[in-house]
Each structure stands twice: as structure tokens, then as C-alpha cells.
């Protein structure tokens, strides 16, 4: 039996950027669900909870990009991807702090975008499982990971910065080695994007966080055994 393809969700009010897109997503062996602002964006996830990574454009109208991340955030750790035709530092650190995973200026390449959905929705289903320190369990196959039992809601780039500080528990990574390994050598922000995942990370883990996430001032973070 052939395996069923993964949905996508591409938010745009631009026809001619989902179009374009969706034939790209089609290609790669995705099937694209198409939205043109965000509460159809919204309904279409509520209606396909198995949809593999969503695609939002900031600036849609009534709900913006922004705004629909938030509300996925809420329910779902999905990977998500923030269109925008604005560069600036101030969009991309709101589009991650919205818990977002990757950010994308336009105009951008359909066939990049494309490599980096593979990315997200590949390291997001085929991490290896293993456990962390007593009280931390982490269970990468499902991309979820445990405090005492309990469940953390954590965004995919704080799962991946917890994943990959425990795997390299007691060694001090510093910001750009971060900002590489869970964002991609091509990402354009600065280390302030680490400083604000690691934080709101820290403060999801509570007393643990603060006795195993360690801040090295002036390199970095490690994961303290």
C-alpha cells in the first residue's frame, strides 16, 4: 500500500506565492493545503491535525501570521515557517518568540523553502530516542519531552537546543554553534535568537532547568550533569 503523502499548510494571500509553492510542495511528494488568510489557515489545522508543517505569511488578512502561530503554539508543537517581506531583526525575534522554527524573507527561492521544510519535517520524525537526566525523559521519536512524568510544551527549536545540549551534556556550546546546529548555517539572525529560546526554555523547566541549563557568561550554555 502506497504511503500516503504529508500535508503541508501554505498561508498566503498572495495566489501567485501558493501557487507557485504548492507546485514545489507537489514535486518534493507533499500534498499542500492552501489558505488565504488566517482563519482559514486556522480551520484548515483544525481539520487535518496530521498536517506535517505549516507555512504562515505575517501580513494576511483580519489574523495575521503571527497571531495564527500563537494559536497553534497553544495545541500543537508542528514545525511552522513565517513568510515575510520584512527583514528586519525586530519581525524575525517576534516570529520565533510567536514559536515559530524558521523565518523567511521574500522574495525568496520555492525549491530552498522547500529543502528547508524537508529539514524541519525530517529532524522533527526521525531523531533518535533517548533519555536525559533523572526527572527529564525525552522521547525524540515523538518530539516530546518529560519533567517528572509530565509533558513540557515545548516549541521544536527548544526541544531541538534541549536535544542538543544533552547530547552534549557537560560541554559548553557557545550561540554560533547553536544558531548552527538547530538553525542552519544560512540563518541571518544573531545570538540574541538563542538567548530568547534558551530563557523561555529555562523557565519551562523550572527548578530543573535552573540546576541542569546552565548559562557560561561570555561562551555559551551547556547542559550540566
Not at 527561492?109 to 521544510?117: D, E, G, H, N, T
Not at 560541554?171 to 538563542?194: H, P
Request: glycine letters at 8%; hydrophobic letters at 45%; a negative charge.
Amino acid at each position: 500500500m502506497e504511503e500516503e503523502a504529508l500535508k503541508i499548510i501554505i498561508a498566503d494571500d498572495e495566489k501567485r506565492i501558493t501557487d507557485l509553492v504548492s507546485d514545489f510542495l507537489r514535486a518534493a511528494g507533499y500534498t499542500p493545503l492552501v489558505a488565504d488568510d488566517g482563519e482559514t489557515a486556522l480551520a484548515l489545522f483544525a481539520a487535518h491535525p496530521d498536517v506535517a508543517l505549516v507555512v504562515l505569511d505575517i501580513m494576511m488578512p483580519g489574523m495575521d501570521g503571527w497571531q495564527v502561530c500563537r494559536k497553534i503554539r497553544e495545541q500543537s508543537r508542528v514545525p511552522i515557517v513565517m513568510l515575510s517581506a520584512r527583514a528586519e531583526e525586530f519581525d524575525q525575534l517576534t516570529g520565533f518568540e510567536a514559536g515559530a522554527d524558521e523565518y523567511v524573507t521574500k522574495p525568496f527561492s520555492p525549491a530552498v523553502l522547500v529543502k528547508r521544510i524537508d529539514a524541519l519535517v525530517r529532524r522533527s520524525r526521525a531523531l533518535p530516542q533517548e533519555e536525559g537526566e533523572t526527572g527529564l525523559r525525552i522521547d525524540a521519536q515523538a518530539y516530546v519531552a518529560y519533567l517528572d512524568g509530565k509533558p513540557l510544551e515545548l516549541t521544536l527549536k527548544e526541544f531541538e537546543i534541549l536535544h542538543h545540549l544533552y547530547e552534549n551534556k557537560g560541554r559548553v556550546l557557545t550561540r554560533d554553534q547553536l544558531l548552527d546546529a538547530i538553525w542552519g548555517y544560512d540563518f541571518l539572525g544573531d545570538a540574541r535568537t538563542v538567548d530568547s529560546h534558551v530563557a523561555r526554555l529555562r523557565v519551562k523547566l523550572g527548578a530543573y532547568g535552573n540546576s541542569h541549563l546552565k548559562t557560561v557568561y561570555g561562551m555559551g550554555y551547556k547542559f550540566e550533569v
